[in-house]
Structure formats: C-alpha cells, structure tokens
C-alpha cells in the first residue's frame, strides 16, 4: 500500500495541515505502506518556493518522515506538480473536452447556483467557444450519473457531478491544468492507493472517480480529516491568531506536544498525554478513533477557553 501528503506551497501550515499530515502519515505507517510527498505548486501565481521548503521542514520537525519526495527523489517523480505537465497534457488526450471562453464571472452570472455553492457551468460554450478570441479553458464532457463513494471517515457519499457541478475546468485559460485532473494523473502515476486529504476537498472526489474511471485508473481509497477550526467554529485561518507550524518550530517550542495535542484530538491518545512522538502512535492508530466531526483549536488545548 502506498500512501501520500500532498501540500499547496501557498502558505504556511496550520495546525489542521499538520493534523491531516500526520494522520496520513500514522495511516500509511500502521500497514507498513510507503508514504509519498508531492507538492501541488500548480499555480504560479501563488505557490512559492520558501513555502515548499518552510513547510517540508515543520512536517520533519513534527516527526514525519517519507520515502519519496521532491527533496529525497524516487522512482515515481518528479514529485512538484510544476514539473509534471507533461504529464497532464497526455492524459488529457484521452478524454473529451472542449473550449471554453466564459470567464468566472460569466460562469456566476448565468449560474443558477444555490447559495454558497459553486456555480453550475450552464453549458455555455458546449458547442463551441462563444467568444474564439479570448484565451480559452478547457472543459470535461462530464458523463452524466451518480457516483457513489465510501470515505473511511465520512461514510458513504454521492454527486451527481454532471448535474450539481456541470462539465468542468481541466485546464484553465491562463494554461494552468486544474488541481481535479493534476491529482487524478499523479496519484495513478505514483501508485497510490490510499488519499487522505482535508476534509473541505470531498466535494472534489466525485470529480476525481469519474476522471478516473474515464481514464481507466485505479480508484483510490478515501479518508477526509475533519478540518480544525477556530474557537468560532469557521475554518481556521490567520485571523483566528493561532500560530503557524514554522513560528511553533521557530520559537522552539517542543513538537511533541503538538503531536500530542492533535493525536488527542483525533481520539489517539488520552487527553492527559502532554509529549508523544508519531512513530509511538503506529502501533495504536486505528481509522474507528478518528471521529467525523470538526474540531476546534479549544479542542486540541490551543485556545484559552476563558480568553
Ligand atoms: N494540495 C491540496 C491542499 O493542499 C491537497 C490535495 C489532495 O490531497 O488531493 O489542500
């Protein structure tokens, strides 16, 4: 069994980052499976290469370790998506696509999308591109039907991904290739069995079996981590003013008791465990602890309840 962490240089890791990391590490680990490190600097514009190197150390400073990666080589690389167009462009020959010339905002507008949700492509440029001179995207002809899935941690789920999504983006029109086909292609293309990610991507993965099935790839096994939130139960992020991975490793504080507080959090260990390291948590992990539920940083002992 192979397994992976797949982080996006686009900032710093958080204590969320750092709970599914381990969590994917300590899945991999516990069945003796190799663990794969790819970063997903797709996107120019916002991936940097500090942030690649800031955030590779802070998963070595928690304790993780991988036995392939853009830092350690392997069999299966290049291992930063950057590198791996080439790879991208093939797989799209297999698949029926089309041009597409709507820009985002366009897309919204005609869009009838239920509040919050992304917008539904409604089908635009299906027959070609409404507007040929503008750079164009490049679109999925979505088969239609229901796909069905069952995550590890959230159970069973289905999208209608032709209906609820509509036929969607592989390739941008900037040229950038779509995060949904990259993640297809590179975890066929380095033999991965098992993805655990982030809990805000599962509205990706109906995307992501169907390209699969379309491209006559092996279909992934899932586990979506619960994200960690801030005492207000929002996603956390940099307002909520809880420190990064790098400003903890920084400031010398002990990575023992991170671990140990997102180990207890995720139900690995008793609550009154201050210091643990992962390689003592391989033999105890266990998917039936890992509970569905968000959690806040008052849960992983962060936040000052009375604060
Ligand atoms: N690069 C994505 C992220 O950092 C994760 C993608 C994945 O694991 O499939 O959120």
Redesign the pocket.
Known sequence: MRGR????PTGRLHLGNARTALIAWLAARSRGASFVMRV?DLDPQRSRGELEAEQLADLRWLGLDWDEGPDVGGPHGPYRQSERVEAYAAALEGLEVFPCSCSRREVRELALAPHGREPIYPGTCRAGPRRPDRPLAIRWRTPAGVVTFVDRVQGCRSENVRRDVGEFVLRRADGVWA?QLA?VVDDQAMAIEQ?V??SD?IESTARQRLLQRALGYRETEYAHIPIVTGPDGSKLNKRHGAPDLSTMRLAGVDPRRVVAMLAASAGLIDAGQTHVQPRELVGGFDWGRIPPQSVSLVDVGLWNKEA
């Open positions: 962490y797949a982080p996006s997903e995060y993640v993805v990610r982030g991507l």
